[in-house]
């Protein structure tokens, strides 16, 4: 097989394969929010009624910290493939970074969000997604301040700022599209309403409310909880592609066999 042939059955795979690669649209709706086991457990209270936005709070009296959450509109729709889509606004996340008169804050906490998951139009199910919040309360006097600024200035004006990680976890629930299996990752925050700019690590302020927008995305449950966010190549297409080649292979065997 020469270079021409071969280059005719590599167009060819490519568009045999963009047919295997059908897109689907994922509609999350009915999408409830709650959060739970906050560590250490004996210091956190929840407040989970579905007519309001779920609240954690930690510390005692007036002076509480505490976390909440407020959905985004919906529906929330995501396009697959590529995996993972791109990125779009699960909820406002806030942190209450207050003084607390007695106890000790929390160094991580989960929040459950369950929805009604439909792929292009047709409901699959309700499914539950999980995600681990990891907090650091950092000492607000130390020199250089934890995210290495200075305390008096930008977000360590009030003391050195705090910091908030969330992950996906293991625990939650997917779904199929075709033969592949999707989950619901989180990545980052954001600080406007569009979902630009991501980031990962939010640093919030002392004496203030800190609000972000959480970010999610469909991916490959595979590739959950990290990885690259470049388009993962289609496991038919990549079949295809070795079909191809095998049969490459084997014609030049066949060549050298006449020679």
């Known amino acids: ?117 439909s792929i292009n139009s047709v409901l699959q199910n309700n499914l539950a997604f999980n995600y681990g919040f990891d907090h650091w309360e950092t000492p607000n006097g130390a020199a250089p301040c934890a995210d290495g600024g200075t305390v008096g200035v930008g977000v360590n004006v009030n003391g050195c700022a705090d910091r908030v990680i ?29 979902g630009t700019n991501p980031f990962t690590s939010f640093w919030t302020a002392e004496g203030r409310r800190n609000d972000a927008y959480l970010l999610a995305n469909v991916t490959l449950r595979s590739d959950a909880g990290g990885g690259p966010s470049g388009t993962i190549p289609e496991p038919g297409t990549l079949a295809l592609l070795g079909i191809a080649l095998t049969g490459l292979a084997a014609s030049r065997s066949a060549r050298r066999a006449r020679a």
């Open 166 to 194: 969330a992950n996906w976890l293991a625990d939650s629930q997917d779904f199929m599209i075709g033969s592949d299996v999707y989950t619901l990752n989180v990545n980052g925050f954001s600080l406007d309403s569009a």
């Open 1 to 117: 097989m020469n270079m021409r042939n071969l280059s005719c059955l590599v167009a060819a795979v490519a568009v045999i394969g963009s047919g295997a690669a059908n897109a689907s649209t994922v509609t999350l709706s009915n999408i409830v929010a709650q959060w739970y086991d906050g560590s250490p457990s004996s210091n956190v209270s929840y407040f989970n009624n579905p007519s309001i936005a779920p609240q954690a709070r930690w510390g005692v009296g007036a002076n509480q910290s505490g976390y909440d959450f407020v959905i985004a509109s919906q529906p929330i729709i995501y396009d697959v493939p590529p995996s993972p889509t791109a990125n779009q606004v699960l909820g406002k996340f806030s942190h209450l970074n207050f003084p607390i008169n007695s106890g000790t804050s929390i160094t991580g906490i989960k929040l459950r969000i369950t929805a009604d998951v």
